[in-house]
């Protein structure tokens, strides 16, 4: 009995040993499980997260399409962090909005870049946005200044159609868009060179025929003085030939003296210049539309009162100085940053950013 006692104790110890140590064995199995299980979602973290600073690297040196892909290898992007989901669907507004603009798709451009105004951070993301921005507005301008190459040359409006072209051939051919538009209006150069010449020519003839009428009637000195009188006023008016014809500095002149600019001697003229001069509302006239200024531009500027004000953009060429294109007449609104052009046809302004 006593023997039976004990060998019923000691198979129970020992089941019970063994049980103990199958559920030390437990333990540790689930214990390196674990461990493993954290050990592989680490470095799924970590390969993450270096896709992502990849395409920021990619984004700051603008290889846009590069950083896109980047982050397209994660695995599982759908379950990857917030800000790398972020990144990638913004980065796709991007590559639409680029490849739209590139082939002067505007109205896609502008929605898809709608999608990012809001854009704070990363900063190279806001940098590459901004980039693209910069190419939509002066494509928008390169298709605005297009039309009314063709549309003033047909008006036989010839400094307005020369100011245009001019305008055009201002902006950068470094975007495709604004490279084939320059290429496609590049014949009005001649035309509209010939027609200005042409107009010359008989503003000259008809200048000539006047001065020998009012000559003949004149006594042999009274020739002479009218002679050298029209002599000083060539030397008078030789330069500040944009000035000699803006409509603003014109009218405004004409307001306070009642002649025309047209006749006023150089140093009158170099004041009104001046006295119609604002660099700080240039400064923003062209941070908001991205025109350029180029050697032999003037810009006049008149201030109509809250916040809005009157820019007239003159240019005169070395090949042609004594003609002055008028290469636009603006409104530009310094709180709102919304400029507009006025259609020399119609007499309406029309916005260009």
Do not use: W
């Amino acid at each position: 009995m006593i023997m039976k006692i004990r060998k019923i104790f000691l198979t129970s110890f020992i089941v019970f040993i063994c049980l103990l140590t199958l559920g030390g064995c437990s333990s540790h199995s689930n214990d390196s499980a674990s461990t493993t299980k954290e050990a592989t979602t680490k470095k799924a973290d970590q390969k993450i997260e270096e896709h992502y600073q990849n395409a920021l690297s990619y984004l700051e040196s603008g290889e846009n399409k590069q950083a896109y892909e980047e982050l397209g290898q994660i695995k599982q992007l759908k379950k990857a962090p917030h800000k790398v989901r972020t990144l990638y669907k913004e980065l796709g507004y991007l590559l639409s909005a680029k490849k739209a603009v590139t082939t002067n798709d505007l109205e896609k451009a502008q929605n898809n870049l709608a999608k990012l105004e809001k854009i704070t951070a990363p900063t190279a993301l806001v940098t590459q946005i901004k980039a693209v921005q910069k190419e939509y507005q002066t494509v928008k301008l390169a298709d605005h200044y297009s039309d009314e190459v063709k549309n003033y040359y047909a008006a036989g409006n010839y400094t307005a159609a020369g100011g245009s072209l001019q305008a055009l051939d201002s902006l950068s051919s470094r975007y495709q868009a604004v490279a084939l538009l320059q290429e496609e209006v590049a014949e009005y150069e001649t035309k509209i060179a010939a027609a200005q010449a042409s107009s010359q020519v008989a503003i000259s003839s008809q200048e000539q025929t006047t001065a020998e009428t009012e000559g003949n009637s004149k006594t042999a000195s009274g020739q002479t003085e009218q002679s050298m009188s029209e002599a000083s006023t060539t030397v008078e008016t030789s330069g500040y030939t944009n000035a000699r014809n803006s409509k603003i500095l014109g009218a405004e002149y004409k307001k306070e003296t009642g002649s025309e600019l047209t006749n006023a001697p150089n140093e009158v003229v170099s004041s009104m210049s001046a006295k119609m001069s604002n660099q700080d509302v240039l400064s923003a006239f062209r941070s908001a539309t991205t025109i350029p200024q180029e050697v032999g531009d003037q810009y006049y500027v008149q201030d109509l009162g809250a916040g809005l004000y009157q820019i007239e953009i003159r240019h005169t060429s070395s090949s042609q100085p004594q003609v002055s294109n008028l290469k636009g007449m603006y409104r530009f609104n310094v709180d709102t940053k919304v400029a507009e052009k006025l259609n020399e046809i119609s007499g309406q302004y029309e916005k260009v950013n």
